[in-house]
């Protein structure tokens, strides 16, 4: 496969001004496009680098292709070139752009366009079983030993979870399934995971002599075939795989309110950085922290935060602010240096905001749930109105998303499957309705929502849902003009019903 495809013209220059046409008749020019064939990537990280092979190889120059892809080289002195499109996830992958041979000549312009690689290309060289129109991706990188300046790991795991919701054909319903693959890291410590879901989020986590990085999350968009990431290990510093899954277990014994215990790592790594908000502003007061590490910080009125004696390593930066989504940020971090890292936090959409908007927002809101997070079910308008001989929402979920219902009416409920296979105290699912918590399924009426999303595994849901989504969660989006439901005030709390 040629990882670059390139189209050569070449034409005479404009007519260069009075003052310009003793340059221009002793110059070339360069000019053409980078197309790019994924949406999910941004025209923004490719450049288009040139360099002189002959009479010397003194002229080097690069240039960055706008929003269109449109680049342009004045100036350059005749003499053949080699041109390329660097790309920072083509050349991770070691897919490396064939060379373009270009001949400069004074006076005259060269067209030069690229075209990238489709992510369905980059997946049949990383994984060698591309088809078009297959959901799959794969995510490719390598295992550095942070202990060792990165030196590679060889013979580490890398493990990947995610979840499948496969049709049961003999109940009709969809069955939660959490995939788990491992991938061994090769001489230089080089990994590929392959046949990973597009646009499911899914975890991936470096393990090596029993220790463990942090669990990252990731997701494929649409198109994008293959992500890079490169993921790194302090065996002195890491967490023990044991330990981690020790406290994974006492949580989901404490009940769905409880709140996972953490470690109190430690090491000599420093991390700094700024809380700002999509303003620009800077945010005092927000709590920091590394996962499962001892150190904690507050922003201070510039927004400034420092973390020392970390644990090296792939780590998880935390940040909550009231007010405002859980930011987590993956962060690469050495024994005995200081890394720098920028923050930003975005305001989750409040009730108000949402009741005010136009239904095209709302709906925009929903689809980009649908987009990002598909690690989860999802349900349209239009799918809700073909359920015609549905009467109450909880009947939306017959046969469909991974939940079970049961009831009818005020006393109806939805209950996770894995969930309650996991954790026997998960009688009911969390339900949000327009942005509020603790609402009844039956609520709403089908006729009032607008789309319906829903996690039945907690630790794939969405991070907004923190706290909220340990038994499942099923989030509604109300129709424009549809009052928000009446909620009966009831005494539920001390055994009152």
Same mark, same amino acid.
């Given at each position: 496969?040629?990882?670059?495809?390139?189209?050569?013209?070449?034409?005479?220059?404009?007519?260069?001004?009075?003052?310009?046409?003793?340059?221009?008749?002793?110059?070339?020019? *360069?000019?053409?496009?980078?197309?790019?064939?994924?949406?999910?990537?941004?025209?923004?990280?490719?450049?288009?680098?040139?360099?002189?092979?002959?009479?010397?190889?003194?002229?080097?120059?690069?240039?960055? $292709?706008?929003?269109?892809?449109?680049?342009?080289?004045?100036?350059?002195?005749?003499?053949?070139?080699?041109?390329?499109?660097?790309?920072?996830?083509?050349? %991770?992958?070691?897919?490396?752009?064939?060379?373009?041979?270009?001949?400069?000549?004074?006076?005259?312009?060269?067209?030069?366009?690229?075209?990238?690689?489709?992510?369905?290309?980059?997946?049949?060289?990383?994984?060698?079983?591309?088809? $078009?129109?297959?959901?799959?991706?794969?995510?490719?990188?390598?295992?550095?030993?942070?202990?060792?300046?990165?030196?590679?790991?060889?013979?580490?795991?890398?493990?990947?979870?995610?979840?499948?919701?496969?049709?049961?054909?003999?109940?009709?319903?969809?069955?939660?399934?959490?995939?788990? /693959?491992?991938?061994?890291?090769?001489?230089?410590?080089?990994?590929?995971?392959?046949?990973?879901?597009?646009? /499911?989020?899914?975890?991936?986590?470096?393990?090596?002599?029993?220790?463990?990085?942090?669990?990252?999350?990731?997701?494929?968009? @649409?198109?994008?075939?293959?992500?890079?990431?490169?993921?790194?290990?302090?065996?002195?510093?890491?967490?023990?795989?044991?330990?981690?899954?020790? *406290?994974?277990?006492?949580?989901?014994?404490?009940?769905?309110?409880?709140?996972?215990?953490?470690?109190?790592?430690?090491?000599?790594?420093?991390?700094?950085?700024?809380?700002?908000?999509?303003?620009?502003?800077?945010?005092?007061?927000?709590?920091?922290?590394?996962?499962?590490?001892?150190?904690?910080?507050?922003?201070?009125?510039?927004?400034?935060?420092?973390?020392? @004696?970390?644990?090296?390593? /792939?780590?998880?930066?935390?940040?909550?602010?009231?007010?405002?989504?859980?930011?987590?940020?993956?962060?690469?971090?050495?024994?005995?240096?200081?890394?720098?890292?920028?923050?930003?936090?975005?305001?989750?959409?409040?009730?108000?905001?949402?009741?005010?908007?136009?239904?095209?927002?709302?709906?925009?809101?929903?689809?980009?749930?649908?987009?990002?997070?598909?690690?989860?079910?999802?349900?349209?308008?239009?799918?809700?109105?073909?359920?015609?001989?549905?009467?109450?929402?909880? @009947?939306?979920?017959?046969?469909?998303?991974?939940?079970?219902?049961?009831?009818?009416? $005020?006393?109806?409920?939805?209950? %996770?499957?894995?969930? *309650?296979?996991?954790?026997?105290?998960?009688?009911?699912?969390?339900?949000?309705?327009?942005?509020?918590?603790?609402?009844?399924?039956?609520?709403?009426?089908?006729?009032?929502?607008?789309?319906?999303?829903?996690?039945?595994?907690?630790?794939?849901?969405?991070?907004?849902?923190?706290?909220?989504?340990?038994?499942?969660?099923?989030?509604?989006?109300?129709?424009?003009?549809?009052? /928000?439901?009446?909620?009966?005030?009831? *005494?539920?709390?001390?055994?009152?019903?």
């Amino acid at each position: 496969m040629r990882s670059i495809v390139v189209s050569l013209i070449v034409l005479p220059m404009l007519a260069p001004t009075a003052s310009s046409r003793a340059q221009g008749e002793t110059v070339g020019a *360069l000019e053409g496009t980078v197309h790019e064939r994924s949406a999910s990537r941004s025209l923004l990280a490719t450049r288009v680098l040139v360099q002189r092979v002959a009479p010397d190889t003194a002229a080097v120059a690069t240039a960055q $292709p706008d929003a269109r892809g449109r680049y342009r080289f004045d100036s350059l002195p005749p003499g053949r070139y080699v041109a390329r499109a660097v790309n920072g996830l083509v050349d %991770s992958l070691r897919v490396p752009p064939a060379p373009i041979d270009l001949d400069i000549q004074a006076g005259r312009v060269v067209l030069a366009d690229f075209t990238l690689p489709s992510g369905t290309e980059l997946r049949q060289v990383v994984c060698g079983d591309a088809r $078009p129109g297959d959901r799959r991706g794969a995510v490719a990188g390598r295992a550095l030993d942070a202990d060792a300046d990165g030196r590679p790991l060889e013979g580490a795991e890398i493990v990947a979870v995610w979840m499948d919701f496969p049709l049961d054909q003999a109940t009709r319903r969809s069955a939660p399934t959490r995939r788990v /693959t491992v991938a061994k890291t090769g001489r230089d410590g080089e990994y590929r995971v392959c046949g990973v879901p597009i646009e /499911t989020l899914f975890t991936l986590q470096l393990r090596s002599e029993r220790r463990a990085s942090a669990a990252v999350r990731l997701l494929i968009a @649409d198109g994008e075939g293959v992500i890079a990431r490169d993921l790194s290990l302090s065996v002195r510093t890491a967490a023990p795989v044991a330990a981690l899954d020790s *406290l994974t277990r006492a949580a989901a014994g404490k009940g769905r309110d409880a709140v996972r215990e953490e470690l109190q790592l430690t090491g000599t790594a420093e991390l700094a950085g700024t809380v700002r908000g999509l303003s620009g502003d800077p945010f005092k007061g927000a709590q920091v922290r590394v996962r499962d590490a001892r150190s904690t910080a507050v922003t201070d009125s510039a927004g400034h935060f420092v973390l020392s @004696d970390l644990p090296a390593g /792939t780590q998880m930066l935390v940040v909550r602010h009231p007010g405002y989504s859980l930011a987590e940020v993956p962060v690469e971090l050495r024994p005995g240096e200081r890394v720098e890292q920028a923050v930003l936090l975005v305001r989750p959409l409040t009730l108000e905001a949402i009741q005010a908007s136009a239904a095209a927002m709302d709906l925009e809101a929903f689809d980009a749930s649908r987009r990002t997070n598909l690690s989860g079910q999802f349900l349209t308008q239009e799918q809700i109105d073909r359920k015609k001989h549905v009467t109450e929402t909880v @009947d939306l979920f017959d046969d469909v998303l991974g939940f079970t219902p049961f009831g009818r009416g $005020p006393s109806a409920r939805l209950v %996770s499957n894995l969930a *309650l296979a996991n954790q026997h105290h998960c009688s009911s699912a969390s339900v949000i309705i327009q942005g509020r918590e603790g609402r009844r399924i039956n609520d709403v009426t089908p006729a009032q929502i607008a789309g319906i999303e829903a996690y039945s595994d907690g630790e794939f849901a969405p991070g907004r849902f923190a706290g909220q989504a340990e038994c499942g969660v099923v989030v509604i989006w109300l129709r424009k003009n549809r009052p /928000t439901p009446r909620v009966d005030i009831r *005494l539920r709390a001390n055994g009152y019903q």
